[in-house]
């Protein structure tokens, strides 16, 4: 069972770097790069990543930025 996600929720994060992979459908290598390099919105927390999922959809749905 499945519980609903608020969107305005500030605390839907995404703990570790296998489970934001996961929740972006990206191998989790990839993901490591993409937060390493600030393509992704996530922070290093107790030696974790840690990611908001409202923060991370609207990345990767933003259309504002023209990929190069």
Known sequence: MTTPVDDDDPLD???GCAAI???IGRPERA???M???GYLPAKR???RW???R???IEVLTN???SAA
């Open 35 to 37: 937060i390493a390099r």
């Open 50 to 52: 840690v990611a908001s």
């Open 45 to 47: 927390i107790g030696g």
């Open 21 to 23: 992979a996961k929740a």
């Open 13 to 15: 994060l995404i703990w």
């Open 54 to 56: 409202r923060k991370l």
């Open 31 to 33: 993901t490591f790069h």
């Open 63 to 65: 259309d504002d930025e």
